[in-house]
């Protein structure tokens, strides 16, 4: 059991650096869109295996934050292990980017 939980740890890990790098290009991409478009959901999907979501309601203007999760299920090799959800949870300012 102690070898699966630190598999377990190892893996969530590994997903959760995963998903934290995907967000941060597609925050670029949602500052300079407005929004999030079919290419960024194609995006983390190809490379997360995850999804993303707004999480900001409503049409965001230039200067507003937008507020988006990406998130991806994780099944764990223990035997008590139910499928969880590991998310981040990010913000951008729309027109601010680099």
Excluded: C, H
């Amino acid at each position: 059991e102690l070898f699966l939980l630190a598999g377990d740890l190892f893996t969530g890990q590994m997903i959760y650096t995963n998903l934290d790098a995907a967000s941060l290009v597609a925050g670029n991409a949602i500052s300079q869109s407005g929004g999030i478009t079919q290419e960024i959901i194609d995006y983390i999907e190809d490379t997360t295996g995850g999804y993303i979501v707004s999480i900001t309601t409503g049409t965001p203007r230039f200067g507003d934050i937008y507020e988006y999760k990406v998130a991806r299920a994780f099944q764990p090799m223990t035997a008590f292990g139910e499928e969880r959800e590991i998310s981040v949870i990010r913000g951008v300012v729309i027109g601010y980017y680099n």
